[in-house]
């Protein structure tokens, strides 16, 4: 079993910096591709960042040269650093990754796509 985990959200001014993290922990044999969604309140789930293992990276139009995706692959984290946030980033952060998981036989399984719970982050205006 593996689980991630965000944290980092929280209420900010327009304008303002957040930090999200999240960590993946459990029985992990590999981390494939990492990236970030938000989902605000009667809106669909959109991808707002990306990252592959190798470290290539996208981003959804809304927040190019504003947010920057990272990954620590010795600690199992991404993170994402969003500045000069505006109201309508307002959404709820869900955490999203590719993970291999060892399972009961003690070999690793094919990969999965792994969810958090969400942070929320609220931007007034």
């Known amino acids: 079993q593996a689980q991630l985990v965000e944290s980092g959200g929280g209420l900010v001014q327009t304008g303002g910096s957040l930090r999200l993290s999240c960590v993946a922990s459990g029985r992990i044999f590999s981390i494939g591709d990492m990236g970030w969604y938000r989902q605000a309140p009667g809106k669909g789930r959109e991808r707002v960042a990306f990252t592959t293992r190798s470290g290539n990276t996208d981003y959804a139009d809304s927040v190019k040269g504003r947010f920057t995706i990272s990954r620590n692959a010795a600690k199992n984290t991404v993170l994402l650093q969003m500045n000069n946030l505006k109201p309508e980033d307002t959404a709820v952060y869900y955490c999203?990754?590719?993970?291999?998981?060892?399972?009961?036989?003690?070999?690793?399984?094919?990969?999965?796509?792994?969810w958090g719970q969400g942070t929320q982050v609220t931007v007034s205006s």
């Open positions: 999203n990754a590719g993970l291999r998981v060892i399972g009961a036989t003690g070999l690793p399984g094919d990969t999965t796509d792994y």
